[in-house]
C-alpha cells in the first residue's frame, strides 16, 4: 500500500492542490508554492503524534481584503492504493478491511478525509472519516473509524527528516537514558553489515569498508535524522561528528553498487533496521515493528556537495519506503526518474501540479528527453518558460541580445534550449505536460518548414495564438537573418571581404564561419549591437523577447 495523491482545500497558504504521488516523488517549484504547507497537512494528518490534532482558526486559508469574522471549512484527502492488484487481502491489512474501495480499476483504495470548520465566533470543528467511491461518508460502528485510522498512522506514519543543523539542541556530548537501547540497536545493525560485507563476494579492503560505514553512520545519523548523532558509539560522544571524509564517500558509493544488485536483499535489510534505530531515537516517537514510514526528505542539498549528494541518493534508493522529496537543486534533479519529478505551480486559485504519466512519452521520446534535459540542463526544470531554438548560434545570441533589450533571462525564469540534437516534438510534448510554457525560433529553409509545421500543430491543440508560440525568420537561417539586418558589415570583417566587393551572401557567411566559428560569429554580431544600442536590433527579434517574457511572467503571477 502506498499514498497515491493528496488533495488540499483552504488549509493554510494552499487554496487548492492535487498531488499524485508514487513510490519515489521529487517536488520543485518556486518559492511561494506551498511547500510548508504541503508537508504541514501530510504530517498532522499521518504523523504519530500529531494524527489526533484539533485544526485551529490560523490553519485556514484566507483570501487578501476576506472579512476576518467569515465561516470557512477546509479539508485534506488523502488516497491509499494498494500496490499490486488482491494485496488489501493480505493479512497485514486485516483492520483495513471495511474501507478498501473498488473504483472501476484493477486495485482498491483507501480515500482517508480530514475536514474542518470554522463559524463566525472563531470556533473549530473538525472531523475525520473515510468515503465510498460516491465521495460519501462510510458509516462505521462506533469507534472503528478512529481505531482504522490509529492503524494507518502504525503502518504508514510520516517522518519529515532534516538537516541536523537545524535541529536545535543537537549535541553528541549527551546521551540520554532513552537513546540507549536504539544507539546499542544501532551499533549491533552496524556490525551485521559489517559481516556482511565482509562476506560478500565483491571484495573491498578493510580501510575501505571502513571508511565507507564511518561515512553511511554519518549521513544518515547526522544529516538526515533529528538525533541520530547520538547513536555513535560511547567512544565518539566526546567529539563533534565531523563531515565524512572524502575517501569514505567514495567508499560508500562502492558499498551502494554491492547493495544495488538483486540479491542483496538481507543487507538492505539491515541498512533498514540501522536507519529504523535511528528513527526510534526522536524522542517520544515509537515505530511499529511493522511501520513502512513515508519519509519526506527535505532539500537534502543544503549541505551535501553534489558529489556526495549523488551517494547518499544512492544510499535512500536501497530503502524500500514511500519517498517525498523536495529540492532546489539540478543535481538531484538528475538523478531521479523523468517520472519522479513532480513541478508544482502556483495558479491564480490553485496549485498546479505536473508530472510526467506512464506512457504519455514514447520510449525513445523518453531517452532523448533524459538525455537532453535530465542528464544535460536538469537546471531547465526550474524554468517558467522555454525559448526553443534551433542551434549553439541561437543560444548565444538570444540570451546577450535579450540583455540588451532589458530583459534577464535567468531573472525571468527563462531557458533558451536547442531542439535539434532532441528534436522538436519531443520538447514540447514534455514541456506541455510539465506545465512548462514555451516558444520556438525556426529558421526559414525547408527543415525550419516542418519544425514551424510541428509548432502550429500543437499550437492548435491548445487553442493557442500562433504568435505566442512560433518566431519565424524570413531568412534561410540565422545567419542569413542578420546580414540583411544591418550587420553586414560584421560577416564582411570577420571574413576578410571588402564592403565594396559583390560577393553572395552565401559565400561570404561560410568564408567568415571559416575564418571564425558559429558561437564567436554570434558574440562579435551580439558585441557590435552592444555598441550601436537598442536601435540596431531588428524588431522580429525584440518583439519574440517581449512575447517570451509575457509567457513567463503570466506564469509567475
Partial sequence: MYLERVEIAGFRGLNRLSLPLDMNTVLVGENAWGKTSLLDALTLSLGIETYQYAFTAEDFHRLPNEPEN????????????????????????????????????????????????????????????????????????????????????????????????????????????????????????MSELTKALINNPDNLSDEDLREGLDAMQQLLGHYFADHGALLFKSHLKHRKVSEPHIRGWHALENINKILAKPNQRNIRLIILGMFSSILQSRGS?????????????????????????????????????????????????????????????RDTDKVAAYRLGDKQLHAEEERRISFHIRYNRPSALFARCWLLVEGETEIWLMNELARQCNYFFESEGIKVIEFAQCGLKPLLKYATYMGIEWHTLVDGDEAGKKYAATVKEFAAKRNDAERDRLTRLPALDMEHYLYKEGFRNVYH???????????????????????????????????????????????????????VAWLARGKAN
Avoid at 97 to 124: C, F, M, T
Wanted: hydrophobic share 40%.
Fill in 285 to 345: 516517537v515509537e515505530l511499529d515493528p511493522y511501520a513502512r514510514p513515508i519519509v519526506i526528505v527535505e532539500n537534502p542539498e543544503t549541505r551535501l556537495h553534489p558529489i556526495m549528494l549523488s551517494v547518499a541518493w544512492g544510499l535512500l534508493n536501497l530503502f524500500s519506503l514511500q519517498r517525498i522529496t523536495t529540492t532546489n537543486s539540478g543535481e538531484l534533479l538528475s538523478l531521479a526518474p523523468l517520472q519522479s519529478v513532480c513541478r508544482l505551480v
Fill in 70 to 189: 467569515s465561516k470557512k471549512n477546509l479539508q485534506i484527502i488523502l488516497t491509499f492504493t494498494e500496490s499490486r492488484p488482491g494485496r488489501h487481502r493480505s493479512y497485514r491489512f486485516r483492520k483495513l478491511a471495511p474501507v478498501w474501495i473498488a473504483n472501476g480499476d484493477a486495485r482498491k483504495h483507501i480515500y482517508y478525509r480530514i475536514s474542518a470548520e470554522l463559524d463566525e465566533q472563531q470556533n473549530v470543528k473538525t472531523f475525520r472519516y473515510f468515503l465510498d467511491k460516491e465521495g460519501k461518508q462510510i458509516r462505521l460502528a462506533n469507534g472503528q473509524t478512529k481505531a482504522i485510522i490509529a492503524e494507518i498512522v502504525r503502518l504508514y506514519p510520516v517522518l519529515r527528516l532534516q538537516d541536523a543543523r537545524f535541529i536545535p539542541n543537537l549535541t553528541t556530548e549527551v546521551i540520554d537514558s532513552h537513546n540507549e537501547p536504539h544507539r546499542e540497536a544501532f551499533n549491533n545493525k
Fill in 493 to 547: 570583417e570577420v571574413a576578410g571581404v571588402p564592403d565594396n566587393e559583390k560577393w553572395p551572401v552565401r559565400r561570404v557567411i561560410i568564408k567568415a564561419i571559416q575564418r571564425s566559428s558559429k558561437p564567436d560569429l554570434a558574440l562579435t554580431v551580439a558585441n557590435n549591437a552592444a555598441q550601436r544600442g537598442i536601435d540596431a536590433i531588428p524588431t522580429l527579434l525584440k518583439v519574440m523577447f517581449s512575447r
